[in-house]
């Protein structure tokens, strides 16, 4: 499985971005896709995480600002990312999981600076 993640860019503090990661490759079942985060010097996070039926968790930092979305038929999904903050900067990667492997996106970077 291949994971391509893209849309990030550099943003003002209080815009938007959304991010959009495309698995390819395989037909294999993808329980759950997510996005993770690292900005620099610090260990990769959990931003948002969405099963296959749409159970979804978030960080807190991202709860109630970032949307996480999928659309199972094509193993797509999306990160809506609202009233950024410069402690949003980071390199931003997608996830997914199947009943017997992890994988993972290149990164995207994200930049939140005025």
């Known amino acids: 499985v291949q994971l391509q993640a893209s849309g990030g860019g550099l943003v003002q503090p209080g815009g938007s971005l959304r991010l959009s990661c495309g698995a390819s490759?395989?037909?294999?079942?993808?329980?759950?896709m997510g996005w993770y985060r690292q900005a620099p010097g610090k260990q990769r996070e959990m931003v948002a995480v969405?099963?296959?039926?749409?159970?979804?968790i978030y960080s807190d930092s991202a709860k109630d600002r970032f949307t996480i979305s999928r659309e199972s038929t094509e193993n797509t999904m999306y990160l809506h990312m609202n009233e950024l903050k410069p402690d949003d900067t980071a390199v931003y990667y997608c996830?997914?999981?199947?009943?017997?492997?992890?994988?993972w996106g290149q990164g995207t970077q994200v930049t939140v600076s005025s």
């Open positions: 969405i099963t296959n039926v749409g159970r979804t």
């Open positions: 490759g395989s037909a294999i079942r993808l329980n759950v």
């Open positions: 996830n997914a999981r199947s009943s017997i492997a992890e994988y």
